[in-house]
């Protein structure tokens, strides 16, 4: 199995920053692609922003400029790096990381916790 744990989150004023980190960690063969989404109340899950294992990248319209994507291999790690936040960025974070497994040999995606970000205006 493969466990995903984030961090980062937490309560800024608009304008300002945080990084969020997502570690995979388990029976892990390999990594392929990895996504931030959130979710805010009373809306559905979007997609935030995509990293494949090749380093491109990929952001929705309205993080574009304002939020980087990227990984450290070494770490299994995911970040998302946020800037200008606004409070209609508030929102659930989820990492989605599409992993094979060790054991099983299968490409399955596997999805972290959830980090709570809120941008006060």
């Known amino acids: 199995q493969v466990q995903l744990v984030e961090s980062g989150g937490g309560l800024v004023q608009a304008g300002g920053s945080l990084r969020l980190s997502c570690t995979a960690s388990?029976?892990?063969?390999?990594?392929?692609?990895m996504r931030w989404y959130r979710q805010a109340p009373g809306k559905q899950r979007e997609l935030v922003a995509t990293?494949?294992?090749?380093?491109?990248?990929n952001y929705a319209d309205s993080v574009k400029g304002r939020f980087t994507i990227s990984r450290d291999n070494a770490k299994n790690t995911v970040y998302l790096q946020m800037n200008s936040l606004k409070p209609e960025d508030t929102a659930v974070y989820y990492c989605n990381v599409v992993a094979t497994s060790s054991l099983s040999r299968m490409s399955q995606i596997y999805w972290g916790q959830g980090t709570q970000v809120t941008v006060s205006s």
């Open positions: 990293i494949t294992s090749g380093d491109s990248t």
């Open positions: 388990g029976s892990i063969f390999s990594i392929n692609a």
